[in-house]
């Protein structure tokens, strides 16, 4: 018959005969189409993640601290990150009994991000927070001494991620905080104190109503500060070790209701911040009158002045504008010349983010 033909039970079929009703199936599992229809979520309720642990977030329903709910990332979101102060949309069940899982299935789009690098070569940023208002930056006049790299670099991610910088300096009562206030004079920086016996109703009022990130170098007293500010928080505090570094206390970001209104967003203790997705133009976008003034510059401009620019626009201000182009100019300076770490590392919170990051990426299976 040639090869046309097959046998069917002794009995010989041409090819030519055959049609849809002779093909056999096979026993056993069967499988649905694969569609690309995703369900809309309509009826999904707002949320705020306060807090990231090993793959799961925790969650506030519509901004209430007292409805909190604890989420996956639903897989179509993939590998989206989410971080604590993202505002999200959840599904399932929102009752915030034990052992129950809602659903993250959708994430907003920031307002504003807090980011940062390893270091100023490092390629992968690192989202600490998002969706802050204000950027509180905590620093120690003594017992570790201030560092002003550390602030630079703090005020040029603020600047760049759309918060509006504070620093908070803390310890107040073991030196005088005006030297260390002063070299931030030209930049209209607020200052407020934040020592063990200065009164906080300044700092209060400033943080009333607003999303706020802390972040300073361990052993700042960053930890003591947020738990003046909410005192049912009993954020883990420690002492400072007899050699001038700090021991990390809080291990990662948490986002803690004020109780007048607004939220604190407690990060660990940073030691190093780089700013490998940060350049000049970043940071003096983030002041009008600097912004309009660099468009004169020549081409290839790195703002810093004389020597390397010459013809630099940022010259030719005067005043205040003049006074704010030179601060900024030595954050500009301090950033390229300063490193990145400035203390040694021992146990640090970057391997923990590090692995909170892994398990965001692959959290455990249901």
Known sequence: MGRDAERDGGVTLNRRDLDESDVRIRPGKGSRPRTKIRPTHADAASAMVVSVDR????????????????????????????????????????????????????????????????????????????????????????????????????????????????????????ADPQPFAQAFADLDLPVVLAGRTDDLGELMAMLHGETTALIGHSGVGKSTLVNRLVPEADRATGEVSGVGKGRHTSTQSVALALPGGGWVIDTPGIRSFGLAHISPENIIDAFDDLHEAIEDCPRGCTHLGPPADPECALDRLTGAPHRRAMAVRHILAAIRDTPVRDAPVRDTPDREMAEHERLQQNPPQE
């Open 55 to 174: 793959g799961r977030w925790g969650c506030v329903i519509d901004g209430d601290p007292d409805r909190r709910v604890v989420c996956m990332r639903a897989r179509e979101l993939g590998r989206t990150p989410i971080v604590v102060g993202d505002n999200v949309s959840v599904v399932g069940d929102l009752s915030g009994r034990p052992d129950t899982l809602a659903r993250i299935v959708r994430v907003a789009e920031r307002t504003t991000v807090l980011r940062r690098t390893a270091d100023d070569t490092d390629p992968y940023e690192r989202i600490v927070v998002a969706n802050a208002g204000q950027l509180l930056i905590v620093t120690a006049l003594a017992d570790p001494p201030p560092r002003t790299g550390f602030v630079e670099r703090a005020l040029a991610a603020a600047y760049v991620g759309g918060l509006r910088p504070v620093l908070c300096l803390t310890k107040s009562d073991l």
